[in-house]
């Protein structure tokens, strides 16, 4: 079966740090795989996707970056740090002929 | 994809059935309807996807009309766990590669 892991569950980290999330896909190939965030009380905001290695779309323009290695990993970057940058960071995967799209547990960013 | 409209919260009793609607006026012919559910600090769930009539599963029904102008999610004998944030979503989900657009989605409260 597919399972999605994505770590860490949470992070504290200061303004200007640096930052890399990750998220695995396992008992699949060539997942398009996507990165969304969540603010407090909203609902949820594509930031990137990736159909393939190499493949990244930004759907926003911000302080991060994505890239894909690996067919089943996709990470999430920023060089530095802002504190609009705090949230609930999903990783989510889809196949071809699946219906919908399997998220991971998420990670919550604070910036302080 | 298509905009959807869906309340914004929603109250209700354990045992009771509870039925979610969600307008999405300008669908296309090839959008597919899909209901997620997510829960604090989780990612979103898929529920239920249909493209016309009725969809039923062990979790939920989905009722869509012949228009397909709107649909509604079912959800029977609710108890206390299903309080949560239900998120209804129209596009080509199939693995699309273009990512889902969540709303704000509908928060139910259900009361003992």
């Known amino acids: 079966s597919q399972t999605i892991h994505q770590w860490p569950a949470t992070l504290v980290q200061p303004v200007g740090s640096p930052l890399s999330l990750e998220c695995t896909v396992e008992?699949?190939?060539?997942?398009?795989l996507y990165w969304y965030r969540q603010a407090a009380g909203r609902g949820l905001q594509l930031l990137f996707y990736?159909?393939?290695?190499?493949?990244i779309s930004s759907e926003v323009p911000q302080n991060l970056s994505a890239s894909r290695p690996q067919d089943r990993q996709f990470i999430l970057s920023s060089k530095k740090l802002l504190l609009s940058d705090s949230g609930f960071y999903l990783c989510?995967?889809?196949?071809?002929?699946?219906?919908?799209?399997?998220f991971g547990s998420g990670t919550r960013l604070t910036v302080v | 994809l298509a905009k959807t409209t869906q309340p914004i919260s929603m109250d209700s009793y354990e045992g009771q059935e509870v039925n979610i609607t969600c307008s999405h006026n300008?669908?296309?012919?090839?959008?597919?309807i899909t209901w997620y559910q997510q829960f604090p600090s989780q990612g979103p769930r898929f529920i239920i996807q249909g493209y016309k009539t009725k969809v039923t599963n062990e979790v939920a029904s989905l009722f869509i009309p012949a228009d397909r102008k709107s649909s509604t999610l079912s959800l029977p004998r609710v108890s206390l766990s299903d309080t949560a944030v239900y998120y209804c979503l129209v596009g080509d989900t199939r693995g699309g590669a273009d990512g889902l657009t969540f709303g704000k989605g509908t928060h139910l409260i259900i009361q003992p």
């Open positions: 008992g699949t190939s060539n997942p398009n």
């Open positions: 989510a995967w889809a196949g071809t002929g699946v219906n919908g799209y399997t």
């Open positions: 990736s159909v393939g290695i190499g493949q």
């Open positions: 300008n669908i296309a012919t090839n959008d597919y």
